[in-house]
């Protein structure tokens, strides 16, 4: 709604300046004049829709202004509004109205009713405005079709073509749209179905690799059999950070923040990086090397990455330079950042920019630039939330023509180390001093309930295996006495985070750790400290799971 010119006729300033602090928030352009010769000056030099004028001046009245108001022609429509304290008896009146005022307001001013006085007459000088204006389009189209029904047989002819022509383009227009609505439809479905193959196939992906990781522990020294073992192993990990992929595609990737080298990871994924960008765009690397790490999901910034890059690439057609820099920077950081210490990522191209309507939808899920089938609209969303969920934020710069630059500001780990591996050895030495448990082991899934005891086994426990949480539930029930529950979320019947909630009521003393592929997982009462364990998981993962239970439960004790 664009504002009009409202006119503020009053010879004290304080008047005025109180006018202006109550109109101030209809949104109008607000003029003051001091006097009827001011008033006049505003009138020659600007449209105006309102007026607000004094009675009692002391050059002219208000009755004076009025009535040389108007005589020019411009202004004998426009709403006038006397303001006055005094001269308020009906004869006034009745002179005020005769010098064409529309209104009065008297002293002193209630703000609400000046404000809705003169938003009605701003409104209908507007509409009066868009009247005269549809007016004289609808009589410059009446002339146009007249001009047209005059042409000969064969100008009609070219109008029919014409016509079709764009009913097709509509036809056109409207079967693009319902195309992307049904891709919107598709993806989400495929979000869901790419989920749930995701949960199920970590289930699998838990039996191989806890299955694979025993064998090699009981292989005999052979070096032809270890590397089988190996890349058996190697290639369920491949399967299990796939998962991953497709799990954050949908939504349900539980973020796990930990300390990262940012320059360690950009140069153990560049080269992935170049096989995604193809012959023809470069790459500089302008990343300092002295970075504190940062405290992200390494697995999902590695993710971030690749579709900034993917979009970068697909922005220059024609070839072009990336432009990746990372540097400490908390001072430019944007306001909706909690202060701290921040890493600030970049990643630029020169490629084809966008506009300013396009660079501010351009993280709305969905949204995309580059055609039907050409992208999903998913990536910088994907990226945006990782940083929102990160502590961090996206910013997105584009100049059409010049090209974009996406940055990612996300938090340094405070007081947290670079994470280290732990080894076999280690692992070993640490079990020689912890004492066997006997630990409930639940899960719908036989081939995960059976690999996870046999992980438990191997590492010196006592497993009893349960199919479901109501089994579960009649074996604690039972004389049998157990130290620890690990327990599957996503079962029949109960789920897991339903159990570990019955264990705690009925068993305060007994640990519970919910595993599951999903990162939908309850924080509700009671649940908030739950130990968790994403599958597919390692039995270093198991143990320290374990430690972690046994230690809590020490604390508690």
């Known amino acids: 709604m664009n504002p009009v010119n409202i006119l503020l006729v009053d010879d004290q300033p304080a008047k005025l300046l109180s006018y202006e602090v109550v109109l101030q928030e209809l949104g109008e352009t607000l003029l003051k004049a001091h006097s009827g010769r001011e008033a006049l000056e505003h009138l020659l030099r600007n449209d105006i829709a309102v007026i607000l004028v004094d009675v009692c001046m002391p050059e002219q009245d208000g009755f004076e202004l009025v009535s040389m108001i108007r005589e020019h022609p411009r202004y004998q429509n426009t709403a006038i509004i006397f303001v006055s304290a005094v001269m308020m008896a009906e004869p006034d009146r009745l002179r005020g109205y005769a010098a064409g005022a529309v209104d009065y307001v008297s002293v002193p001013i209630v703000p609400e009713v000046l404000r809705a006085k003169v938003r009605v007459f701003a409104d209908l000088y507007r509409k009066t405005r868009e009247l005269e204006r549809l007016n004289a389009e609808l009589e410059e189209r009446v002339r146009e079709r007249t001009a047209e029904l005059e042409a000969s047989s064969a100008e009609l002819r070219q109008l029919n073509e014409e016509l079709e022509q764009r009913i097709d383009q509509r036809t056109r227009e409207r079967e693009d749209a319902l195309a992307q609505l049904f891709e919107a439809q598709k993806l989400d479905t495929i979000g869901q179905l790419t989920g749930g193959v995701a949960h199920d196939f970590n289930n699998l992906l838990m039996a191989v690799l806890g299955s694979l990781n025993l064998l090699k522990k009981r292989l005999p020294a052979d070096e032809k059999s270890d590397r089988l073992v190996k890349n058996a192993i190697q290639a369920a990990e491949r399967g299990a950070s796939l998962t991953q992929r497709l799990l954050a595609f949908a939504r349900r990737q539980e973020l796990k923040p930990q300390a990262v080298d940012f320059p360690q990871l950009f ?5 992935l990086l170049g096989k995604a960008l193809g012959p023809g765009v470069g790459v500089e690397n302008h990343i300092s090397k002295d970075l504190p790490p940062l405290l992200i999901d390494s697995n999902q910034l590695e993710l971030a990455l690749l579709n900034l890059f993917v979009n970068a690439r697909d922005a220059m057609p024609d070839g072009g330079t990336i ?3 990372a540097t400490e920077d908390s001072s430019r950081r944007p306001p909706a950042l909690r202060p701290g210490r921040y890493v600030r990522i970049s990643v630029s191209d020169n490629g084809a920019g ?7 939808r351009a993280a709305e899920p969905f949204f995309t630039t580059k055609g039907l089938g050409k992208g999903t ?8 939330g990782l940083a929102a969920q990160s502590g961090g934020a996206l910013e997105l710069s584009s100049v059409e023509g010049v090209g974009t630059t996406v940055s990612l500001w996300l938090p340094i780990a405070e007081n947290q180390g670079l994470p280290t591996s732990v080894g076999t050895q280690s ?62 979320h996503a079962m029949p019947g109960m789920t897991g985070a339903e159990l570990a909630r019955l264990v705690y009521s009925s068993y305060p003393d007994l640990r519970v750790i919910l595993a599951s592929g999903y990162a ?27 430690q972690r239970a046994l230690m809590e439960k020490a604390n508690a004790a």
Do not use: W
């Open 520 to 546: 939908e997982l309850p924080d509700g009462h009671g649940l908030i400290d739950l130990l968790r364990m994403t599958k597919p998981f390692t039995q270093e993962q198991l143990h320290a799971a374990i």
């Open 354 to 360: 966008m506009d300013e309507a396009t660079a501010l």
């Open 267 to 271: 140069d153990n994924i560049e080269d």
């Open 323 to 325: 432009t990746v820099a």
């Open 377 to 384: 609209g998913l990536g910088l969303s994907m990226v945006h």
């Open 427 to 488: 692992l070993e030495s640490e079990l020689v001093r912890n004492h066997s448990l006997s630990v409930l082991v639940v899960d719908d899934d036989a081939l995960v309930c059976m690999g996870t005891a046999a992980m438990l086994e191997d590492l010196g426990h006592r497993a009893i295996e349960a199919s479901s949480a109501s089994v579960a539930l009649e074996l604690l029930a039972s004389d049998q006495k157990f130290d620890l529950v690990i327990t599957d």
